[in-house]
């Protein structure tokens, strides 16, 4: 299984904003749900968005109204806007591709600071 890549992590004042980029495999990635996560220290793995292969999204409470996830299958790709950021926001973000097999990026850290 191809491994997705992620980019755009950073480190960024509150209220500020990123977009994080998460390339799939371009053989099966329009049949591919995807997700995000973030692992703050010391904290378990967290849910924070996912977009399944037809675009219907759904987010964690604590992003609601701040976060945009969308996909662009030409490209591979899947996007996480992240706007009015929060110190809390901040952790390694992951993101999972979901077909028949569960695969895991290798992260991307994410750095809010108050």
């Known amino acids: 299984q191809v491994q997705p890549v992620e980019s755009g992590g950073g480190s960024v004042q509150a209220g500020g904003s990123l977009r994080l980029s998460c390339v799939g495999s371009?053989?099966?990635?329009?049949?591919?749900?995807m997700g995000w996560f973030r692992q703050a220290p010391g904290r378990e793995r967290e849910f924070v968005a996912h977009?399944?292969?037809?675009?219907?999204?759904n987010y964690a409470d604590s992003v609601k109204g701040r976060f945009t996830i969308s996909r662009d299958n030409a490209k591979n790709t899947v996007y996480l806007q992240m706007n009015s950021l929060k110190p809390e926001d901040t952790g390694v973000y992951y993101c999972?591709?979901?077909?028949?097999?569960?695969?895991w990026g290798q992260g991307t850290q994410v750095t809010v600071s108050s």
């Open positions: 999972r591709a979901q077909s028949a097999y569960v695969v």
């Open positions: 371009a053989r099966t990635f329009s049949n591919t749900a």
């Open positions: 977009i399944s292969q037809s675009g219907g999204s």
